[in-house]
Protein backbone atom coordinates (compact mmCIF):
# COMPACT_ATOMS: atom_id res chain seq x y z
CA UNK A 1 0.00 0.00 0.00
CA UNK A 2 2.90 1.90 -0.54
CA UNK A 3 1.22 4.16 -3.40
CA UNK A 4 -1.91 5.07 -0.42
CA UNK A 5 -1.58 8.51 1.18
CA UNK A 6 -3.19 6.83 3.48
CA UNK A 7 -1.00 4.55 4.61
CA UNK A 8 1.49 6.22 5.64
CA UNK A 9 4.72 4.91 7.65
CA UNK A 10 2.64 1.63 6.85
CA UNK A 11 -0.36 2.51 9.53
CA UNK A 12 -3.66 3.31 8.28
CA UNK A 13 -5.84 5.51 10.50
CA UNK A 14 -3.52 4.92 13.62
CA UNK A 15 -4.25 1.36 14.06
CA UNK A 16 -3.91 -0.84 10.70
CA UNK A 17 -0.52 -1.82 10.87
CA UNK A 18 0.69 -3.02 7.11
CA UNK A 19 1.71 -6.48 6.93
CA UNK A 20 -0.69 -8.13 9.10
CA UNK A 21 -3.49 -10.19 8.89
CA UNK A 22 -6.42 -7.54 8.26
CA UNK A 23 -9.04 -10.16 7.37
CA UNK A 24 -11.50 -9.00 9.84
CA UNK A 25 -10.65 -5.59 10.14
CA UNK A 26 -11.89 -5.01 6.45
CA UNK A 27 -15.15 -6.96 7.14
CA UNK A 28 -15.50 -3.78 9.69
CA UNK A 29 -14.30 -1.02 7.64
CA UNK A 30 -16.54 1.31 5.28
CA UNK A 31 -15.34 -0.15 2.25
CA UNK A 32 -14.50 -3.83 0.58
CA UNK A 33 -11.33 -5.37 -0.34
CA UNK A 34 -12.30 -3.82 -3.86
CA UNK A 35 -10.22 -0.89 -2.86
CA UNK A 36 -6.77 -2.99 -2.78
CA UNK A 37 -7.37 -3.58 -6.50
CA UNK A 38 -5.80 -0.43 -7.24
CA UNK A 39 -2.48 -1.70 -5.77
CA UNK A 40 -0.18 -4.41 -6.52
CA UNK A 41 0.01 -7.45 -4.84
CA UNK A 42 3.76 -7.69 -3.65
CA UNK A 43 2.97 -11.30 -1.66
CA UNK A 44 1.18 -13.96 0.16
CA UNK A 45 0.65 -13.38 4.54
CA UNK A 46 1.76 -16.74 5.82
CA UNK A 47 -0.44 -17.81 8.99
CA UNK A 48 2.71 -17.51 12.02
CA UNK A 49 4.53 -15.79 10.58
CA UNK A 50 4.49 -12.14 12.34
CA UNK A 51 5.96 -14.06 15.77
CA UNK A 52 2.72 -13.92 17.46
CA UNK A 53 0.81 -17.90 17.56
CA UNK A 54 -2.92 -17.19 18.34
CA UNK A 55 -3.93 -20.44 20.44
CA UNK A 56 -5.27 -22.94 17.91
CA UNK A 57 -9.14 -23.15 19.38
CA UNK A 58 -8.90 -19.02 19.41
CA UNK A 59 -7.93 -19.12 15.77
CA UNK A 60 -10.89 -21.58 14.62
CA UNK A 61 -13.44 -19.43 16.76
CA UNK A 62 -11.97 -16.08 14.97
CA UNK A 63 -11.84 -17.72 11.56
CA UNK A 64 -15.75 -19.00 12.55
CA UNK A 65 -16.83 -15.99 14.22
CA UNK A 66 -14.57 -12.72 13.19
CA UNK A 67 -17.02 -10.46 15.00
CA UNK A 68 -15.09 -11.45 17.98
CA UNK A 69 -12.06 -9.33 17.18
CA UNK A 70 -13.49 -6.23 17.15
CA UNK A 71 -16.59 -6.54 19.12
CA UNK A 72 -17.07 -7.78 22.25
CA UNK A 73 -15.75 -4.92 24.15
CA UNK A 74 -17.55 -2.12 22.36
CA UNK A 75 -20.82 -3.86 23.23
CA UNK A 76 -19.34 -4.84 26.81
CA UNK A 77 -18.18 -1.31 27.77
CA UNK A 78 -21.62 0.60 26.81
CA UNK A 79 -22.71 -0.56 29.72
CA UNK A 80 -20.75 0.11 33.04
CA UNK A 81 -20.73 3.56 31.18
CA UNK A 82 -24.56 3.99 31.17
CA UNK A 83 -24.49 2.36 34.89
CA UNK A 84 -22.03 4.76 35.94
CA UNK A 85 -23.73 7.88 34.93
CA UNK A 86 -27.12 6.69 36.25
CA UNK A 87 -25.96 6.02 39.79
CA UNK A 88 -24.85 9.61 40.32
CA UNK A 89 -27.48 10.92 38.32
CA UNK A 90 -30.29 9.17 40.62
CA UNK A 91 -28.31 10.16 43.73
CA UNK A 92 -28.77 13.61 42.60
CA UNK A 93 -32.48 13.33 42.29
CA UNK A 94 -32.92 11.48 45.58
CA UNK A 95 -31.57 14.58 47.46
CA UNK A 96 -33.28 17.21 45.48
CA UNK A 97 -36.62 15.27 45.62
CA UNK A 98 -36.31 13.22 48.68
CA UNK A 99 -38.10 10.05 46.75
CA UNK A 100 -36.39 7.10 47.86
CA UNK A 101 -37.05 5.09 45.39
CA UNK A 102 -34.47 7.55 42.90
CA UNK A 103 -31.34 6.11 45.60
CA UNK A 104 -32.49 3.00 45.48
CA UNK A 105 -32.58 3.01 41.30
CA UNK A 106 -29.12 4.66 42.16
CA UNK A 107 -28.04 1.55 43.82
CA UNK A 108 -29.58 -0.68 41.29
CA UNK A 109 -27.20 0.86 39.49
CA UNK A 110 -24.43 0.46 40.88
CA UNK A 111 -24.76 -3.31 41.23
CA UNK A 112 -25.26 -3.11 37.28
CA UNK A 113 -22.18 -1.36 36.84
CA UNK A 114 -19.82 -3.46 39.70
CA UNK A 115 -21.18 -6.65 37.35
CA UNK A 116 -20.15 -5.59 34.23
CA UNK A 117 -17.21 -3.55 35.13
CA UNK A 118 -14.67 -7.15 35.18
CA UNK A 119 -15.82 -7.97 31.70
CA UNK A 120 -15.59 -4.39 30.23
CA UNK A 121 -11.97 -4.66 31.21
CA UNK A 122 -11.73 -8.29 30.29
CA UNK A 123 -12.48 -7.85 26.87
CA UNK A 124 -10.54 -4.69 26.85
CA UNK A 125 -7.59 -6.52 27.71
CA UNK A 126 -8.55 -8.93 24.50
CA UNK A 127 -9.08 -6.54 22.25
CA UNK A 128 -5.55 -4.73 22.85
CA UNK A 129 -3.62 -8.51 22.80
CA UNK A 130 -5.42 -9.54 19.69
CA UNK A 131 -5.34 -6.13 17.94
CA UNK A 132 -2.80 -3.77 19.52
CA UNK A 133 -0.66 -6.12 19.70
CA UNK A 134 -0.08 -5.34 23.15
CA UNK A 135 1.59 -1.95 22.50
CA UNK A 136 1.35 0.04 25.64
CA UNK A 137 0.21 3.83 24.10
CA UNK A 138 -0.37 6.17 26.57
CA UNK A 139 -3.88 5.91 25.35
CA UNK A 140 -4.11 2.45 26.63
CA UNK A 141 -2.12 3.00 29.89
CA UNK A 142 -4.57 5.73 30.79
CA UNK A 143 -7.38 3.57 29.78
CA UNK A 144 -5.92 0.06 32.06
CA UNK A 145 -5.68 2.29 35.18
CA UNK A 146 -8.11 4.40 35.71
CA UNK A 147 -10.21 1.22 35.50
CA UNK A 148 -8.87 -0.02 37.84
CA UNK A 149 -8.91 2.81 40.09
CA UNK A 150 -12.78 2.64 38.49
CA UNK A 151 -13.50 -0.91 39.40
CA UNK A 152 -11.75 -0.15 43.03
CA UNK A 153 -13.53 2.85 43.96
CA UNK A 154 -17.10 0.96 42.00
CA UNK A 155 -16.63 -2.07 44.90
CA UNK A 156 -16.24 0.28 47.69
CA UNK A 157 -18.82 2.45 47.30
CA UNK A 158 -21.51 -0.72 46.53
CA UNK A 159 -20.08 -2.79 49.63
CA UNK A 160 -20.60 0.54 51.92
CA UNK A 161 -24.07 1.00 50.24
CA UNK A 162 -24.80 -2.58 51.56
CA UNK A 163 -23.34 -2.00 54.91
CA UNK A 164 -24.90 1.66 55.73
CA UNK A 165 -28.38 1.73 53.51
CA UNK A 166 -29.58 4.72 54.87
CA UNK A 167 -25.66 6.37 54.38
CA UNK A 168 -27.35 9.29 52.17
CA UNK A 169 -30.36 9.92 54.38
CA UNK A 170 -28.43 12.28 57.09
CA UNK A 171 -25.87 13.60 54.62
CA UNK A 172 -23.22 14.20 57.41
CA UNK A 173 -19.40 13.59 56.61
CA UNK A 174 -19.93 10.35 55.56
CA UNK A 175 -22.84 10.69 53.33
CA UNK A 176 -21.11 13.56 51.48
CA UNK A 177 -17.64 10.88 51.12
CA UNK A 178 -20.09 8.70 49.60
CA UNK A 179 -21.91 11.00 47.22
CA UNK A 180 -18.80 12.57 46.19
CA UNK A 181 -17.30 8.89 45.66
CA UNK A 182 -20.40 7.86 43.34
CA UNK A 183 -19.39 11.73 41.58
CA UNK A 184 -16.40 10.24 40.99
CA UNK A 185 -17.27 7.35 38.67
CA UNK A 186 -18.67 9.83 35.95
CA UNK A 187 -15.36 11.70 35.37
CA UNK A 188 -13.27 8.05 35.75
CA UNK A 189 -16.08 6.61 33.06
CA UNK A 190 -15.99 9.79 30.91
CA UNK A 191 -11.75 9.63 30.49
CA UNK A 192 -11.62 5.82 29.86
CA UNK A 193 -14.47 6.29 27.29
CA UNK A 194 -12.71 9.60 25.79
CA UNK A 195 -9.29 7.23 25.18
CA UNK A 196 -11.38 4.13 23.99
CA UNK A 197 -13.23 6.82 21.28
CA UNK A 198 -9.20 8.31 20.39
CA UNK A 199 -8.07 4.33 19.35
CA UNK A 200 -11.12 3.87 17.73
CA UNK A 201 -11.56 7.10 15.89
CA UNK A 202 -8.42 8.74 15.91
CA UNK A 203 -8.21 12.47 14.72
CA UNK A 204 -5.68 13.24 12.07
CA UNK A 205 -3.79 16.55 13.16
CA UNK A 206 -3.10 19.11 10.37
Not at 72 to 97: D, E, K, Q
Not at 156 to 181: A, E
Request: hydrophobic letters at 50%.
Amino acid sequence: MSGSALWRSGVHMKRHQAGRDLTADIQAAPHGPEVMERYPQVGILKEGALGREIPKPLSFLLSRFPFLRRHPHPMIIHFPIVFMFSTGFFNILYLLSGHKAFETTAFHCLAGGVLFTPFAIGTGFYTWWLNYMTKLTRAVAIKQRVSMVLLAVEIIVFVWRIKVPDILDSFQFTGLIYFLLNLSLFPMVAVIGWFGAKLTFPIEKE
